[in-house]
């Protein structure tokens, strides 16, 4: 069996986690300043995970889905920065923060993590987060998965070298003691030898494998929290169904949160507890997967959903693709982003001023004029 590590259910206020939401994010903005311009990448994103929740961000591709992950954890690369907004999580325990080490003054006295007026009780933000803060969530409470494992396990490290690293990155354990727990992931993974496995570099493995171990490698440290972008884009149809049913086992086990990046409408209504859609770095719809589906609000939503191959489609009958292309970033339409791809557009306002998000009684949330009236 398994052993996880206990978790530490206060935070460091002292207050319970297990009664915080595990992400809240307040008007996340992430933007590129390049020569020709500034690209909003991620544009004002309003977002909140509960714990053991899964929820889908869904989009075409260049919608901001990878950059509002890459923004929660600060994994922006340059010339890219967050503009604004925050990220609240629950604030790690005092004892999971380690002090920076100092090196002849070379790096900066560790100061205290500003508080905002709104800052929610318990959480802490990590845009504004000192590095010691943001190091004790990224990989231990909030973990990542990438859709293709080379580009994030070292090729010339063996797949147990970087997960017993990784488990005594944040755990007090001997390397026998992670060598041993890296093993037991490895084979709760679905890794068969793991003993034999664990001493393999990951161009001996195939594709599904080392998303295996990616996800053995996230898993090592029982996050609160599982981002898992595009986890099964690079891998063929068996493999990829193999993976989602290995997520859904592991959140059951261990009770986290996903937060799953796809493209795939398939994949968010195998996985998902709530679809988030985004289009040129907004949310333009959120609500319950069931909901969504079976009565699409956001006209983006509605062509997304057309796109996909249903059952019962007759043979030879054609999908219909989302209508136009998706925006150059430097030219972003005014008003609501979509109205030059839009069935409804209505002339004199859609181009005219940018629609708020309106939220319905169930919490369904859309952003539309359509449904301004209905409000
Ligand atoms: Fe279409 Fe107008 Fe709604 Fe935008 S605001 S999705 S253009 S109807």
Known sequence: MLQTPTSDHQTAGGGDRDELPVLRLAGLKTQFVLEDGVVDAVDGVDLEIGRGETI???????????????SILRLVDRPGKIAGGQVWVPAPPDSEVREPRRRRGLLRRKKDVPVLPDAPDGMVDLVTAEQPTIQAVRGKRIAMVFQEPMTSLSAVHTIGNQIVEAIRLHEPLTKEEARQRAIELLGRVGIPGPEKRIDSYP???????????????????????LIADEPTTALDVTTQAQILELLKSLQREFGMAIMLITHDLGVAAQMADRVVVMYLGK????????????HPKHPYT???????????MRR????????????????RPTGCAFHDRCDYFIPGRCEVAEPPMITDDDGHQVRCVLFEEEN
């Open 316 to 331: 030879g009958a054609r999908l219909d693709p989302v209508r136009g292309m998706v925006p150059h970033p430097y030219d």
């Open 203 to 225: 161009f001996e493995l195939s594709g599904g494998m080392r998303q295996r171990a990616m996800i053995a490698m996230a898993l090592s440290c029982d996050p609160e929290l």
């Open 56 to 70: 889908a961000v869904v989009g075409e591709s260049g919608c901001g889905k990878s950059m509002t992950a890459r």
């Open 302 to 312: 509605r062509a997304l959903l057309r796109s996909v191959p249903a059952l019962g």
């Open 283 to 294: 949310v333009v719809e959120c609500g319950e997967l069931r909901s969504l589906f079976a």
